[in-house]
């Protein structure tokens, strides 16, 4: 399948590009910086271009059939580029004719606050991740207006761990026990499921071990 990866040069979407290639996709990985992304495999296409810039990204969109998401920026920076960059890649899948769309937010967003420990809750997301997670809360209202066959994935703390493929995912956010953390490795692994299984379409889906 014709995957379309933006965020490819972070964590979580170079996970995304490697585990996808590994599965036999032809990936087309959006990079800001291509150098960034030091590999090869010849199912692998860089498309270059930033994500707030429309017309780079409508022109990487031709073709595609499948679209994954890990935008992600430091919570320092002031640029909205998960709500805007997102808005730019739903605008191109909806003129493009591309339908599937599966994109990262984290866990906190809508429904899943409450799935926070209280430390996040009432300290840290207030007094250092306000301002991305608000961003955070507009990307996902993008993507839930949109007519396209979205999920979306929200995820605990990332780490850098391997990928188990042992996780928990759409639990409700009473739900206990939960270690709110997961790697990237298998964050991937799930929104790579999703480009088949459709048990949340049009859903966000909480991940964490």
Request: proline share 3%; hydrophobic share 40%; with cysteine.
């Amino acid at each position: 399948m014709n995957a379309l990866i933006f965020g490819a040069t972070g964590g979580t979407g170079r996970q995304l590009v490697e585990q996808a290639l590994a599965q036999g996709h032809i990936v087309t990985a959006f990079a800001r910086n291509p150098r960034n992304l030091d590999l090869q495999h010849p199912n692998l296409h860089v498309g270059q271009g930033d994500v707030l810039d429309f017309a780079s990204v409508e022109r990487v969109m031709q073709g595609q059939e499948v679209v994954l998401s890990a935008l992600g920026a430091p919570a320092s920076q002031k640029d909205a580029v998960r709500s805007e960059g997102t808005r730019h890649i739903i605008r191109a899948m909806e003129q493009t004719g591309v339908r599937r769309f599966i994109c990262l937010t984290t866990l906190g967003i809508g429904d899943s606050q409450q799935a926070l420990p209280f430390a996040y809750k009432y300290l840290l997301v207030p007094l250092f991740l306000r301002q991305a997670f608000a961003d955070s809360e507009r990307q996902e209202e993008y993507i839930r207006q949109s007519a396209l066959e979205w999920t979306i994935a929200r995820p605990g703390t990332l780490t850098n761990g391997q990928r188990t493929g042992q996780y928990r995912h759409g639990f409700p956010a009473s739900e206990k026990g939960l270690k709110m953390k997961i790697s990237r490795a298998d964050v991937a692994d799930f929104m790579l499921r999703q480009v088949q299984d459709h048990a949340y379409l049009r859903k966000a889906a909480s991940l964490s071990y």
